[in-house]
């Protein structure tokens, strides 16, 4: 019993040292994004290209594109302490983004996982150009 005790004090020492180290991807439905985006100060971030962007985002919403050859740049003008908020047309190319976010450096990352179609679909706060 005391050997058991000991492993899960070990084990979950090494799990709290892992998670001060390193960034927290958290998927979040709109209904979830929209009150973080209320109680937080966040980095809202539209990973699709300008040409999706343009044609309707989030707002208040910054376009970096994830397919572009400035992303890794782009992304390293952003506060690596603040919040940053994700999201694409339905949740897959802002799931990588998270990743790379994460291996950068950045400390709380959270996911869209539904993308700006549930977004836009739900009439959320949108603008369309």
């Given at each position: 019993m005391k050997k058991l005790v000991l492993i899960l004090v070990v084990a979950l020492s090494f799990l709290g040292c892992e998670k001060s180290s390193e960034g927290v991807i958290t998927e979040v439905s709109r209904e979830e994004m929209d009150?973080?985006?209320?109680?937080?100060?966040?980095?809202?971030?539209d990973v699709r290209t300008a040409e999706e962007f343009d044609l309707g985002h989030?707002?208040?919403a910054?376009?970096?594109?994830?397919?572009?050859?400035?992303f890794?740049?782009?992304?390293e003008s952003l506060d690596k302490e603040q919040p940053v908020v994700l999201y694409c047309r339905s949740g897959?190319?802002?799931?990588?983004?998270?990743?790379?976010?994460?291996a950068a450096g950045f400390k709380k990352i959270y996911d869209l996982t539904e993308g700006f179609s549930k977004w836009e679909h739900a009439k959320f706060n949108t603008v369309n150009n």
């Open positions: 009150l973080i985006m209320e109680l937080e100060k966040v980095q809202l971030i989030i707002i208040n910054q376009n970096i594109d994830i397919s572009s050859e400035t890794d740049a782009d992304i897959n190319r802002s799931a990588k983004c998270a990743q790379k976010m994460k």
